[in-house]
C-alpha cells in the first residue's frame, strides 16, 4: 500500500540536467465535468487546463493546440469507448472533431455517432505523438491514425462477442481511408493450444453490453517513422508501418501498412531463444514504440513493463483458469533493439532483488524519450511522473494532486513533455530547483517524534 499521507506537486527538480518544457497530462480519466487536461511547468504551476476535455490520452500541438475527446460512453454499453476525437485550441474551442467511425444505438439511448477511440492516435507530421526535433505535428487538420474499437464476433477465437481493436485513418474532414482489423490476425500471433482454449472460453470479458471480450486490448499504436533499420534494407521496418502492443496478451508487433500482415512480432512468450530469455517476460506493457529518428536511441523500441497480470496459458496456482497466467510485482521501462533484442538500457537498472518498491504501476504508464537523453516516465497507478538520465538519477518527480473519484487514486494514463515554445505565453516560466528531500530526516510538523527532536535540539 501506499502511504497515506505524501506531498503532491513538484517534488524534485535540477534544472541543469532536465530537459525543460511544460508537461500535459490528463486530472481525472473518464470522468463527466472532469477537471480536465493540465498543462504544467517544471515547478508544477497550471499554466492552462481545458476543463472536460478527457485524456485518452491528451496530446498538445504546436500552437497551444490540444487534442482528447468530450465524452466517454455509458460503460453499461462499451467499454472505454470515447464518443469523439477533437482538436481545441488553447482557449478550449474546438476546431477538428472525428465521431463518424459507427453510428451506436445503445438501449434506451438516442443513436448517436462514435469515434469509439481508445487508447491512442497520431496526428499526420509526427510518428509517436510527443515532441521529435523537425517532425511536429499538424495543427488544424492533417490526417490522423486512431486507434478504435468495433464489437463482432469471430467464432474462430470465441463464441463470446468480441470487442475488438481497430486502427482507422481519416482525413482532415474526417473520411475514413484506410483500416485494420486486429481479430483478422489472430492465426498469424502464435498463441499455443493451451492460451487458444483459454481465450476460447474467456477473452478477457468485460461486463459492458451485457458481457464482450477484451481480447487482446491493444493501448499504444504509432508509425515507426524514419529509421536506420528500414535504412539498411530491412523492409519490416518501412517508416509507415505500425507498432502496436497488447496488454492483455503481452505482445508487442509491428504491421505492414499495405498488407496487414504481421511482420515482426515480441511475445507472448519469451523462453524460445536466449535473447528472449534476457529480456524476460513482459507483462501488460503500455507505449511501446520507436523511437524516432533525431532522439537518442533512436531505432530502439521503448516500452513501459508494467508487470501485474496478463496472459493466456495453461491454469497455474495464481491464475486457475488460465487468464492472467502471466504475474510479476513490479515494473520497468525497457530501450532494446528490435533485431537483436538486446537490452539499451533499463529503469531502474537491474539489481539484487525485485525492486518492486522502486517503480511499479500494474496498468496505464508510458515513457518518453526527451532531446537530452533523458526518459520521462509515467507510473500512472499513483500519479507519479519522473524523468531520469542515462544514469538512473531522478532529476524531475512530480506527483499529480488530482484524485480520481471513482478509484480514489491519483490516476494519470500518459503524460507528454513538449517544448515550451508550443504554448502561446509570452515568456517561459521562470525555473526554481527543488532538491531532493531526505525522507529519512523529514518529519511531518507537530508529530511526536518531531516534537521530541525539537526539545532534544534545544537542550543542546
Not at 104 to 132: C, F, I, S, T
Amino acid at each position: 500500500m501506499p502511504p497515506s499521507v505524501y506531498p503532491t506537486g513538484t517534488t524534485i527538480y535540477n534544472p541543469e540536467k532536465c530537459w525543460n518544457g511544460y508537461t500535459l497530462f490528463q486530472a481525472e480519466l473518464h470522468q463527466k465535468n472532469s477537471i480536465g487536461a493540465v498543462l504544467i511547468d517544471m515547478n508544477g504551476n497550471v499554466v492552462n487546463r481545458w476543463k472536460g476535455l478527457d485524456g485518452f490520452p491528451n496530446k498538445m500541438l504546436p500552437g497551444g493546440h490540444i487534442m482528447g475527446s468530450t465524452g466517454v460512453r455509458n460503460f453499461k454499453y462499451g467499454y472505454q469507448d470515447m464518443v469523439d476525437l477533437v482538436e481545441a485550441d488553447w482557449e478550449g474551442n474546438i476546431v477538428w472533431k472525428f465521431d463518424k467511425y459507427e453510428l451506436v444505438k445503445d438501449l434506451r439511448q438516442p443513436p448517436r455517432w462514435m469515434a469509439r477511440q481508445h487508447h491512442d492516435y497520431q496526428r499526420e507530421g509526427n510518428p509517436v505523438g510527443y515532441y521529435v526535433p523537425g517532425m511536429e505535428p499538424k495543427a488544424g487538420g492533417g490526417k490522423t491514425l486512431i486507434l478504435c474499437h468495433k464489437t463482432l464476433k469471430k467464432p474462430g477465437i470465441s463464441d463470446k462477442p468480441l470487442v475488438d481493436d481497430t486502427i482507422i485513418e481519416v482525413d482532415h474532414k474526417g473520411k475514413i481511408i484506410w483500416e485494420w482489423t486486429c481479430s483478422e490476425h489472430f492465426e498469424q500471433m502464435g498463441f499455443s493450444a493451451r492460451a487458444k482454449k483459454t481465450i476460447s472460453r474467456n477473452p478477457g470479458m468485460k461486463p459492458a453490453g451485457g458481457g464482450m471480450g477484451d481480447w487482446m486490448h491493444m493501448n499504444s499504436m504509432s508509425t515507426l517513422g524514419p529509421n536506420r533499420l528500414y535504412d539498411g534494407g530491412d523492409k519490416r521496418f518501412h517508416p509507415d508501418n505500425i507498432i502496436w502492443d497488447g496488454r492483455q496478451t503481452n505482445i508487442i508487433a509491428i504491421i505492414d501498412r499495405k498488407t496487414g500482415k504481421i511482420v515482426w512480432q515480441l511475445g507472448p512468450y519469451f523462453t524460445a531463444s536466449k535473447a528472449l530469455r534476457k529480456i524476460g517476460q513482459i507483462i501488460g506493457q503500455h507505449h511501446a514504440h520507436m523511437i524516432p529518428r533525431g532522439l537518442p536511441g533512436e531505432g530502439n523500441i521503448l516500452v513501459f513493463d508494467n508487470g501485474g497480470s496478463a496472459g493466456y496459458g495453461a491454469p497455474n496456482p495464481g491464475a486457475p483458469t488460465g487468464i492472467d497466467n502471466a504475474r510479476r510485482d513490479f515494473s520497468r521501462v525497457l530501450e532494446f533493439d528490435p533485431i537483436t533484442l538486446e537490452i539499451k538500457w533499463q529503469y531502474p537498472a537491474p539489481a539484487p532483488g525485485p525492486g518492486g518498491n522502486r517503480l511499479y504501476s500494474a496498468f496505464v504508464s508510458s515513457a518518453q524519450r526527451l532531446p537530452n537523453g533523458n526518459t520521462m516516465i509515467t507510473e500512472g497507478n499513483g500519479g507519479r511522473i519522473i524523468e531520469v538520465t542515462t544514469g538512473q538519477e531522478i532529476v524531475w518527480e512530480y506527483v499529480s494532486p488530482y484524485k480520481h473519484r471513482m478509484l480514489k487514486m491519483n490516476l494519470v494514463y500518459r503524460a507528454y513533455r513538449v517544448p515550451y515554445g508550443w504554448a502561446p505565453l509570452p515568456e517561459k516560466p521562470v525555473e526554481i530547483a527543488v532538491p531532493h528531500i531526505d525522507n529519512s530526516k523529514f518529519r511531518v510538523p507537530g508529530s511526536p517524534k518531531a516534537k521530541r527532536e525539537r526539545a532534544v535540539r534545544i537542550k543542546i
